[in-house]
């Protein structure tokens, strides 16, 4: 149990992959045990590289090259994303997967550390237990936000990388706002669809804005949020306070950010040199691991 407590009440909202676990997850997904498929992973994966190659260079009215225009350019990215998840369906890739094959699979690649979380993020999990809670409110919360394909899976990754009961009930228990193969708890396994008539799939940076727009309890409640690539862009930009988690050195992150949100001017700031959690802040910031998080967001008990 974490010896800290929250500096002050504190919505934190997580991205998934690359944020808590140290790669893409995807992988897990194509490594599934599947009926009969048109399509092999590798074949799926060659054409969303095309195609994101193809919206790469496509055309765009730059001027500024402002956060504005970072987002309505990353926006743009939709087609891609929405053409990759029609493949799959249509190809049934995912037809007959159950939950325990995603669970099998998801431990599977942690024993062979194909898949691995990122050290700390379990003293961060800890601060929203209900005996670590401080306040008197209920303003606190713990949430994901991702755009995986599969909120079972990540559910199932944390619940596997802790033996802490509590621990345990509290991934159960948090809002985890991603996507999901449908029917994976049919006697048949899974329908194979995989996407949401009603449009409410996750996919993009404005997908994942307005979740976090919808989702919020209350406006005033103080926003943390933590992700590590150009899709989070938009929940950096408007929390409270924004974490780009980034593991590499100080001497090596200015060129890393410039790679990430590129052409996008902007490099943020070391989380470190951030003393006033209520003071003027910068768009966001960046850390290179959950300690330095936990060293802004918390106080000794």
Same mark, same amino acid.
């Given at each position: 149990?974490?010896?800290?407590?929250?500096?002050?009440?504190?919505?934190?909202?997580?991205?998934?992959?690359?944020?808590?676990?140290?790669?893409?997850?995807?992988?897990?997904?194509?490594?599934?045990?599947?009926?009969?498929?048109?399509? &092999?992973?590798?074949?799926?994966?060659?054409?969303?590289?095309?195609?994101?190659?193809?919206?790469?260079?496509?055309?765009?009215?730059?001027?500024?090259? /402002?956060?504005?225009?970072?987002? $309505?350019?990353? !926006?743009?990215?939709?087609?891609?994303?929405?053409?990759?998840?029609?493949?799959?369906? /249509?190809?049934?890739?995912?037809?007959?997967?159950?939950?325990?094959?995603?669970?099998? !699979?998801?431990?599977?690649?942690? $024993?062979?550390?194909?898949?691995?979380?990122?050290?700390?993020?379990?003293?961060?999990?800890?601060?929203?237990?209900?005996?670590?809670?401080?306040? $008197?409110?209920?303003? %606190?919360?713990?949430?994901?936000?991702?755009?995986?394909?599969?909120?079972?899976?990540?559910?199932?990754?944390?619940?596997?990388?802790?033996?802490?009961?509590?621990?345990? !009930?509290?991934?159960?228990?948090? %809002?985890?706002?991603?996507?999901?193969?449908?029917?994976?708890?049919?006697?048949?396994?899974?329908?194979?669809?995989?996407?949401?008539?009603?449009?409410?799939?996750?996919?993009?940076?404005?997908?994942?804005?307005?979740?976090?727009?919808?989702?919020?309890?209350?406006?005033?409640?103080?926003?943390?949020?933590?992700?590590? &690539?150009?899709?989070?862009?938009?929940?950096?930009?408007?929390?409270?306070?924004?974490?780009?988690?980034?593991?590499?050195?100080?001497?090596?992150?200015?060129?890393?950010?410039?790679?990430?949100? &590129?052409?996008?001017?902007?490099?943020?700031?070391?989380?470190?040199?951030?003393?006033?959690?209520?003071?003027?802040?910068?768009?966001?910031?960046?850390?290179?691991?959950?300690?330095?998080?936990?060293?802004?967001?918390?106080?000794?008990?």
């Amino acid at each position: 149990m974490t010896s800290r407590k929250l500096k002050r009440p504190t919505r934190l909202v997580l991205d998934y992959d690359g944020t808590i676990t140290k790669q893409d997850t995807m992988f897990l997904l194509g490594n599934l045990p599947k009926q009969s498929t048109k399509l &092999s992973w590798q074949e799926i994966v060659d054409a969303y590289v095309k195609d994101y190659t193809e919206w790469q260079n496509e055309k765009f009215d730059w001027e500024n090259y /402002d956060a504005s225009e970072y987002s $309505a350019w990353l !926006a743009t990215r939709r087609w891609v994303e929405l053409k990759s998840a029609q493949r799959v369906q /249509d190809c049934g890739f995912f037809k007959g997967v159950t939950e325990d094959d995603i669970e099998k !699979a998801v431990h599977k690649a942690l $024993a062979s550390r194909q898949l691995e979380l990122h050290k700390g993020w379990a003293d961060l999990f800890e601060l929203y237990l209900p005996e670590a809670r401080t306040e $008197a409110s209920n303003e %606190s919360s713990l949430e994901i936000l991702s755009v995986n394909w599969s909120r079972t899976a990540i559910r199932h990754g944390l619940l596997a990388e802790t033996n802490n009961r509590s621990l345990q !009930a509290l991934i159960r228990q948090i %809002s985890v706002y991603a996507n999901q193969i449908q029917g994976l708890d049919s006697p048949n396994g899974s329908t194979g669809v995989i996407i949401h008539p009603d449009g409410s799939d996750i996919r993009t940076n404005i997908d994942k804005i307005n979740r976090l727009r919808e989702t919020a309890r209350s406006p005033h409640v103080f926003t943390v949020y933590i992700g590590d &690539s150009s899709t989070d862009f938009d929940c950096l930009w408007e929390a409270d306070l924004g974490i780009w988690l980034y593991d590499v050195s100080e001497d090596q992150y200015e060129e890393a950010s410039r790679k990430v949100f &590129s052409p996008l001017k902007y490099v943020p700031p070391p989380l470190s040199a951030l003393k006033d959690l209520d003071g003027k802040k910068e768009m966001f910031y960046w850390a290179p691991n959950f300690k330095t998080v936990l060293d802004v967001l918390t106080e000794k008990q």
